[in-house]
Nanobody
């Protein structure tokens, strides 16, 4: 049974940091492209960051470049998103995604709220 379980969300003030984690199970984590998406109220889900299975290629949304860092630990089957210098516009539900050859798995999401 495939599971992606996000954690680490919460309420922070602008300028602060959070680290999201996504614990994966039920599939061969190291062979999947892993990504973080987010969805703000009233908006479509958007890609935040993507990381290939060996971690050699990363892609970031322009809005988070220089502030967010995606990483993975294939020995722990875990995906991370380090978010620094958070802004109110980063407020959203953040989702973990695993994808390979038409297989597409999603976590349940974790809420990140940036507000003073």
């Amino acid at each position: 049974q495939v599971q992606l379980v996000e954690s680490g969300g919460g309420l922070v003030q602008p300028g602060e940091s959070l680290r999201l984690s996504c614990a994966a199970s039920g599939f061969t984590f190291s062979t999947y492209v892993m990504s973080w998406y987010r969805q703000a109220p009233g908006k479509e889900r958007e890609l935040v960051a993507r990381l290939t299975w060996i971690g050699s290629i990363t892609n970031y949304a322009d809005s988070v470049k220089g502030r967010f860092t995606i990483s993975r630990d294939n020995t722990k089957n875990t995906l991370y998103l380090q978010m620094n210098s958070l802004k109110p516009e980063d407020t959203a539900v953040y989702y973990c995604n695993a994808r390979k050859r038409g297989l597409d798995y999603w976590g349940q999401g974790t809420q990140v709220t940036v507000s003073s």
